[in-house]
Every structure is written in structure tokens, then in C-alpha cells.
């Protein structure tokens, strides 16, 4: 009577200990499971914002390259002009120089 005493007690106890085990792994799984569901949700928006930025830098780098294709433009025309701008003054000095010359031929005439 005893043993049968004890036995259902432990049987009893081990139950109610495994019951209260089983809730609790129970809880904790479905906790972690919230948790999984976030970390996923928060990765999804990562890509996404990543993904975004990505797509700006790229656009980003295309302008850039136009950007440099024009200002080499710029500088050969600049370049260009500026050469340009050293052979009219060297021609305007000779024509200068030619008119003195024609002016002094003049005053020697008169």
C-alpha cells in the first residue's frame, strides 16, 4: 500500500513536472518562432532597401561616366580654343606690326 502510495506519487509527480515541461518548450517555441518570423520580415526589407540603393548607385555610376565623357569633351574644346585663341593674337600682332610699318612708310612720304 505504501509502495502503491509512493509509486502514484512519483508517477504523479513526473506528469505534472513533464505537463508543466511540455507548456513551457510549447511557449518557448512559439516565441521563437515570432522571433523567426521578424528576423525574416527584417531581411526581406534589408534586400529590398539594399537592392534600392544598389540600383541608385548603378544609375549613379552611369552618370558619373557621362559626366566624365562630357568635361574631356569640354577641356579638348577648351584646349582647342585656346589654341585657337594664340594664333589670332600672334596674327594680330604681325597685322599690328605690318600697320606700323605702313604708318611709318606713310609719315615718310609726306
Keep these: 500500500m505504501i509502495t502503491e502510495w509512493v509509486f502514484f506519487t512519483i508517477l504523479f509527480s513526473a506528469t505534472v513536472y513533464l505537463l508543466i515541461m511540455v507548456f513551457y518548450f510549447r511557449t518557448l517555441l512559439r516565441k521563437e ?3 523567426s518570423i521578424v528576423v ?6 534589408a534586400e529590398i532597401v539594399i537592392r534600392k540603393y544598389q ?3 548603378q544609375r549613379s555610376l552611369g552618370n558619373i561616366d557621362i ?5 574631356k569633351k569640354v577641356k579638348n574644346d577648351l584646349k582647342s ?4 585663341n594664340s594664333q589670332y ?4 600682332d604681325k597685322l599690328r606690326q605690318h ?3 605702313l604708318e611709318g612708310k606713310i609719315e615718310a612720304l609726306l
Excluded: A, C, P
Aim: aromatic fraction near 0%; charged fraction near 45%.
Design 55 to 57: 540600383i541608385q548607385l
Design 81 to 84: 580654343l585656346r589654341t585657337r
Design 67 to 71: 559626366l566624365s565623357d562630357e568635361l
Design 40 to 45: 525574416k520580415n527584417t531581411l526581406g526589407d
Design 99 to 101: 600697320i606700323k610699318e
Design 33 to 35: 518562432k515570432r522571433s
Design 89 to 92: 593674337r600672334m596674327e594680330n
